[in-house]
Structures are given as C-alpha cells and as structure tokens.
C-alpha cells in the first residue's frame, strides 16, 4: 500500500496511515498530502465507496482454505510463499510462478522444462485425466466446477485453473452461439492478449479440452513476455497434467506438451503487442472467434490504444478482465473514448477468478487475478 498522493507534488513523509473518511479505498502519509490529493480523489471517492460495499462478495469462496487466502494475506498473516510451502508445492512447477520470490528467481524456458509438468497433488485432489461425464450444463462457480471434476474443495487447483475457467466464463458470458465468425470444423479459435506467469503453466490449458467437447481449441497467446526463442511455436497439449503419484493411469500420455501434435489443444506463441503481430498471426490462421485479455491494465498501457482500434476493426467479440471492479471502470472509460461505443458486456464479477488476493495493492479494495471482466 502506498500513499494515493505519491508522485503529485511534496515527497511522502511516511506510511500511508490516514484512510480517506469517506470510501476508505485510499490512505495519505499526511493531512497536506490528502486535501492536495482531494482535487483527483473526488471524482472517484463515491465510486470506490459502492465498491468498498461489495468487498466481502469479493472474497467469498467455497474453499476450506478460503480465510487463508483472503483475510489471512491481507492482514499480512499469510504470505503466497509460506500458503504453497505449507502444501509442499513451494517453487514446484507449474506452482512456481505463483509467488514473488518464484517468479523473479526463474524464466519462462524451453521445452526441458514443460517435460515434468505436474500438478504436484495426488489423483484425488486435481483433474489429471478427463471428466467422468461431460458437462451436462453451464457451470457458473467454482463449486459447480469442482463437484463436476470430482475434487475436494481443499485443492488448490483453482490457483492455476483460473486461467482456463475464465476463457469458459468469457465465452459463456458472450454466448458462443454468437460468436462471429460463426464455428466451423469444429474448430474454436481464441487470440489470448498477454500472457505473463501463464507462460509457465501452459499445462492447465489442457482443461479447455473438458470444457468444451467436441471442438479443437486454437488458443493463440500474444505478447511481449513471450520468449524470443518461443516465437512462432506450435505446441500440441498431449493429455492433461500429471498427478503425482506414479501408477496413475494418467501417466499412460507420455507427454503433456509436444510440439507440432495434432491434439483437442493447441497453442501457437507470438512475442509482441497484439497490433504489430495481427498480420503475421493472419497467416498463419483465420480470424479468431473471440479476443482475451487477462489481468489486461487498460487504463495504465497506452500501447492498448492501437489493439482496441485493430479490434474494432475485426469486428470480434472481446473480453478483458483486471483485478479489481476500478481497474475496469477506468478501462471501460477508456475503451468507450476509443471505440466510441458502450461495452457489449457491462462489467461484472468474474466467478472464477483466482481465489487468493493479491499481496500488494494501491487500493484497501481486495484484489484478485481476473477479478472483473467486460466485453466490446
């Protein structure tokens, strides 16, 4: 947390230990600090206030480790290091982006490292195999998900299986009988705009096979995080990620990620901004059936200003998400300045965002991966 004044005149004197009377949402390091600031802070206090309302909606989970990684994390109790250390998934795989000290001590490499991804859990508590019957009907939570897989609601799965779920509630959200162009061959197109820790847990994808039967997902990842090396490839997910336990039948698909497979899943890496990569991803495919962008910042990257144009010059579908009901408010403003139109998809909660909060914020408003999301 830091002083909301910082950066607008005067250096801070302190912590920010003066929260705004009346939204809450903010804190000052000082009395001359927070009347300098109340010229900006006012258009946005009475916002922040109705939000601030709804922020035990936000940290309502069903999970047996819910409080611990909600409540527990933002009064410092729990860290994101010692919640995975305690369930020995601390710097394991996939599990190693999901923290501070994981993230900066590695780097999204090449295939050597995708050979071993695994859920590090055992069979009963993540899905490393296909469901046990289709989905019969739209799952609209994290309960609904669970009990379809079949999976203890004290599994932290849903840590990194937000990333999937939340394409299914994107496309759910737009109707996938609307989505233009119209599917064909079976084949479902997504261009995902950047990707960051995904990168690293591109494994969990494979869920969007169970997600939606009977299609191929051409899931398309563009962005500046993509490793130069990774540019341009084609990976085929063979099967779902592994259990760890070795007489699995799980382990009978002999590799989770190959290259160049025809598979349910397949996934095409593009390092750049969305604008200056269209051309080269045009020839390489048709038009995409919808956009995605996670976690997308709209408001803080002026470089989104030429992909919202491209994108309403396609005339597709797309659906961005951030981490908090502000960050989305500031970015609707922003799209409607650009495209000159209101959003298709007001904004509203995402019910799969990530389950634990993020540790630190400019806000008091809880904050969460793929918290929020909206739709042009």
Known sequence: ?????????????????????????????????????????????????????????????????????????????VSRCSFLTKRDLHHAGMWMFECKCGSSSVSFSAYDRFENEGWYLPSSS????????????????WTDYYE??????????????????????????????????????DELRIHYLGPQKELGQLGVFAELQALFPGLRIRLQLVGPDVPQHMDGEIISLG?????????????????????????????????????????????DSPPPHIVIAPNAGIAAYPSWLPTIEL?????????????????????????????GQPLSLPIGLNPFRQ????????LFIPCYPNCFIFAI
């Not at 709804?54 to 047996?64: A, G, H, I, S």
């Not at 994108?311 to 495209?339: N, Q």
Request: glycine share 4%; charged share 25%; aromatic share 8%.
């Open 1 to 77: 947390m830091e002083c909301a004044a910082r950066g607008f005149g005067t250096r801070c004197v302190g912590p920010p230990t003066r929260r705004c009377g009346n939204c809450g949402a903010v804190a000052y390091c000082s009395v001359s600090h927070q009347s300098t600031h109340w010229r900006y802070h006012k258009e946005e206090c009475e916002r922040l206030e109705e939000q601030m309302r709804r922020v035990d909606l936000l940290n309502e989970f069903p999970f047996t480790f819910t409080e611990e990684a909600t409540v527990q994390i933002s009064q410092k109790e």
């Open 126 to 141: 993540c899905p490393c195999r296909g469901p046990l019957s289709p989905v019969t009907s739209e799952l609209c939570s």
């Open 148 to 185: 379809w897989r079949k999976i203890p609601l004290d599994s932290p799965v849903a840590l990194l299986l937000h990333w999937p779920l939340t394409i299914y509630h994107a496309i759910q959200a737009i109707g996938i009988g609307n989505l233009t162009p119209r599917i064909s061959n």
């Open 239 to 283: 099967g779902y990620p592994p259990c760890m336990e070795e007489d699995c039948d799980c382990k009978s698909s002999s590799e989770i990620l190959k290259p160049r497979n025809k598979s349910a899943v397949s996934l095409q890496l593009y390092r750049g901004l969305y604008h200056d990569r269209y051309s080269d991803i045009a020839k």
């Open 311 to 339: 994108i309403k010059e396609l005339k597709v579908p797309a659906v961005f998400s951030d981490y908090c009901e502000e960050a989305c408010h500031l970015a609707a403003c922003c799209v409607r300045t650009i495209t």
């Open 355 to 362: 389950p634990m909060m993020v540790e630190e914020s400019s």
